[in-house]
């Protein structure tokens, strides 16, 4: 018993102040590649070398269309490396968990000339990060939890086929680096006691009555956020005879975490935007 | 044809003497890889006559579809042999008029499920199997489908499931019930379902349904280039992503011939022991909170996550994604990164000393820990366990040290062996090998010199074949591919260690109570993706 007072003390407190304080996943964390549409030249190479297709190039006659799917992208990095007038660039960012799946996507249109080069003609959708920033939501979400949620957030984690990666980011919520529960948040053994599913995996033929039954028994107004690139699109195991290729082929969702895993931080910050939705929902309910 | 490692040459020898004309050898294209061919009637007495030796196990057994090329379905069986240091691949041509092999189970219990597998995913039935039924391929799905033949298209959209559930065995007598646990469980862990027979609180049987994650992983890679499979290797099993990809990087490398640049293979083996680092940690926390003791696991996890970021700080992920990369390491350690590397370990060293010796004093733990989930060391002789839950019960087995490879032949790895087998044991184990994979990173991280990081690899040769393997934190990770057209895979087998160890645990948890279930369990930690595939 001395001995473990003793040693917490001696280790003292080690919780993160995320979200009130922005955090960094680790140094050097590769996260989202981002696109300068307007100068690239050639999209060809960064579409041919993603794994998960997340980039995609369609031409048209004389017309190229480009889309980077971040729903899909496992953030690898190699279509920075494949781009050689440097128009894609791997960032930091790390939170971008959004609402609409079609959020996730930007995309440009290009004038292709005879001899196969690409012109920027407009962006036809520019998925921007999320307007609120994450201090904005960390200030809300004391005031959301008191008033919707009675201070609590209940989650059930459902894996739908993950490879258990996005298992290892989940648990690390309940760490003391990021003790989830200081927000109100816990997790739980049952759907029953449940507001929100925490969905990962690309939803496996094996998992869909399971997935299915587990929402069903989430008394409403119910969540479900689908975590990293296979939850949000199937990923790199895309829809196959064992796969449906993401949560929404099967449930509503209502938060996208994408990530290939997601850091906590991210995890985080997508919990907190889908308990914005959760008022909403309550407000229809009534 | 490559000269043999020392001991393979007898063994071969042996074999020659035995079985003449009988078994035929295709060829020796790396110094650890016997590749011989026979025919299916025979199987029975090779195996018989390799057990006879010392240290030899089939450790692997599937299929391949040739029809297309050569008009016949192969079983493959890999035959470790740990003291030679070398694998015997023997391939069996089975006809598809006549879609059967001969059992190897009643013989060699370890490849029971491997034999249903290769039932499930390609329609050939292995004749004289104890227990015959669907293991990978739900009880519910329709007839007729092997999604691993080559004529099954990876799209095929199948229909809603209708047909008959999994009949469980009955267990009976007087006030015995069973109790279904999964396939969602209560903690944040992946799917299975889990069918115990009990009488009171004692486990009298346990019956485990697994591959309910599967998601056409093996099918996926023929589909792939070899780029996109090294991302692919990746998210086999998520917390053994760098085990998992070294593995398959490594099969390409010797299928090729390419030797990969010591700077590289040093880098390969201290991140390969940073991986075993995190989750040895997370698995001693785990273990401790299982049996109520949350204070030794909050430091396990706080441990963890200063590992988890330095990957990240190394790698650029935090499961050390998107580093390995056939022919090395994508991207090189810069000085202030190996700075970060030293502090971490010496942190890390500090801190998993004083966190065993809370572990280890506390009494209550150890009551809970000790003759706990026994896994005696004859049943995980004959079951084939390996990795963590086979050193805790006797099996003196690893690939880092019997098969060298990345630069474990210049840092040679201290095995630890207990035979008690029981959930301290295992996680003894686990203890020891924390401190012994800091030495080895360590030593790694110091005896980097300047040099290139990364070899290009030539075309790939349609035909060509490799193993690849990896001593993962639960065990050895088999890869073996094919190379097909253009440079295509037209096959990888994956081998996670869990493949093996599930069936040992239903073993472990016979006699103990229900309560001890979590923990049990928790001390094998086996992968249900890595398994399901």
């Not at chain 1, 040693?7 to 995320?18: N, R």
């Not at chain 1, 995996?201 to 409403?220: D, H, I, Q, R, S």
């Not at chain 2, 000085?335 to 971490?344: D, F, G, T, V, Y």
């Not at chain 2, 401190?435 to 980097?448: G, N, T």
Request: proline residues 6%.
């Amino acid at each position: 018993m001395f001995k473990i007072l003793k040693k917490a003390i001696a280790t003292g407190i080690v919780t993160t102040a995320y979200p009130k304080v922005p955090s960094e996943p680790c140094a050097n964390f590769r996260g989202r590649p981002v696109i300068d549409f307007e100068r690239a030249l050639d999209s060809l190479p960064a579409a041919h070398v993603c794994p998960t297709g997340a980039i995609r190039v369609k031409d048209e006659k004389r017309t190229r269309r480009v889309a980077l799917d971040y729903g899909r992208c496992i953030f690898c990095g190699l279509c920075a490396e494949a781009s050689p007038e440097g128009a894609i660039r791997t960032s930091g960012d790390f939170e971008l968990a959004v609402r609409k799946r079609s959020e996730l996507v930007s995309s440009a249109l290009y004038r292709l000339d005879s001899a196969g080069n690409q012109q920027f003609l407009q962006m036809t959708y520019r998925s921007e990060r999320p307007v609120e920033s994450i201090d904005q939501i960390g200030e809300k979400l004391q005031e959301r939890i008191h008033r919707i949620l009675s201070r609590s957030l209940q989650i059930r984690e459902v894996d739908a086929g993950s490879c258990n990666g996005c298992e290892v980011e989940i648990t690390a919520l309940n760490s003391p680096i990021y003790d989830i529960e200081r927000l109100g948040i816990r997790f739980v053994a049952s759907p029953r006691h449940a507001n929100m599913l925490l969905v990962t995996g690309p939803v496996t033929k094996n998992m869909e009555v399971p997935l299915k039954k587990a929402f069903l028994a989430t008394p409403e107004p119910r969540l479900v956020v689908a975590v990293g690139a296979c939850g949000c699109s199937g990923g790199i195991f895309g829809r196959s005879y064992a796969s449906l290729g993401g949560v929404d082929q099967l449930l509503p969702v209502d938060v996208y975490i994408p990530g290939c895993p997601p850091p906590p931080q991210a995890l985080l910050h997508g919990i907190l935007q889908a308990m914005g939705r959760l008022g909403e929902k309550l407000g229809k309910h009534r | 044809m490559s000269q043999l490692v020392d001991g393979l040459q007898p063994v071969l020898e042996g074999l020659g003497q035995a079985f003449g004309g009988k078994i035929k050898l295709l060829g020796t294209p790396r110094t650890r890889e016997v590749y011989l061919q026979t025919e299916d009637r025979y199987m029975n007495s090779i195996s018989r006559h390799l057990y006879q030796l010392r240290d030899v196990r089939l450790t692997n057994v599937f299929a391949l579809d040739g029809r297309e090329r050569e008009g016949v379905f192969y079983i493959q069986y890999v035959f470790a042999l740990d003291r030679a240091g070398g694998f015997l691949l023997i391939r069996t041509p089975i006809p598809p008029e006549q879609p059967e092999f001969t059992s190897l189970t009643p013989l060699i219990p370890a490849v029971n499920w491997q034999e249903r597998e290769i039932h499930d995913w390609f329609g050939l039935s292995p004749v004289g199997h104890p227990n015959p039924r669907r293991v990978a391929i739900h009880d519910d799905w329709p007839e007729g489908i092997y999604p691993l033949r080559k004529d099954f298209d990876l799209s095929t959209a199948l229909p809603a499931f209708h047909g008959p559930r999994h009949v469980f065995r009955p267990v009976e007598g007087e006030g015995v019930f069973q109790v279904p646990v999964g396939p969602i469980h209560a903690g944040i862990i992946e799917p299975g379902h889990f069918r115990f027979s009990v009488a009171g609180e004692p486990i009298l049987y346990l019956q485990i349904r697994l591959f309910y994650t599967h998601k056409a992983t093996e099918k996926l890679f023929e589909q792939k280039s070899v780029d996109q499979g090294v991302f692919l290797s990746e998210s086999i099993s998520g917390d053994s992503s760098f085990s998992h990809c070294t593995a398959f990087c490594q099969a390409l490398e010797n299928t090729v011939q390419v030797e990969v640049p010591r700077r590289a293979r040093l880098i390969r083996t201290l991140l390969l022991e940073l991986e075993r680092i995190y989750n040895h940690i997370a698995d001693v926390g785990a273990i401790a909170t299982d049996v109520g003791f949350g204070v030794a696991n909050a430091h396990a996890m706080r441990l963890k996550e200063s590992v988890v970021r330095l990957n990240g700080q190394l790698t650029g992920n935090r499961l050390l994604r998107g580093m390995s990369v056939p022919g090395g390491s994508r991207r090189d350690l810069n000085a202030q990164q190996l700075r970060a590397l030293e502090s971490l370990l010496d942190f890390v060293e500090k801190e998993f000393d004083d966190l065993s010796d809370l572990i280890l004093s506390s009494a209550s733990t150890l009551d809970r820990l000790e003759n706990t989930g026994i896994l005696p060391p004859m049943t995980a002789l004959d079951l084939g366990v390996v990795g963590v839950a086979g050193r805790a019960s006797g099996r003196d087995i690893d690939v880092r040290r019997d098969y060298p490879y990345a630069a474990y032949d210049e840092i040679a790895p201290r095995v630890v062996v207990y035979s008690q087998g029981d959930v301290f044991h295992r996680m003894k184990v686990r203890m020891d090998e924390v401190k012994d994979s800091i030495r080895i990173a360590r030593e790694a991280a110091a005896r980097l010199k300047d040099g290139s990081v990364r070899v290009s690899l030539p075309e790939l040769p349609v035909g060509g074949c490799g193993l690849g393997w990896v001593e993962g934190w639960r065990g050895e990770i088999l890869h073996w591919i094919e190379i097909g057209e253009g440079g295509t895979i037209s096959r990888c087998r994956i081998k996670d260690p869990s493949l093996n160890n599930w069936p040992a645990l239903p073993e472990a948890v016979q006699g103990n109570i229900i309560p001890d279930f979590p923990v049990i369990n928790k001390s094998f930690n086996l992968s249900y993706s890595g398994t399901d595939r």
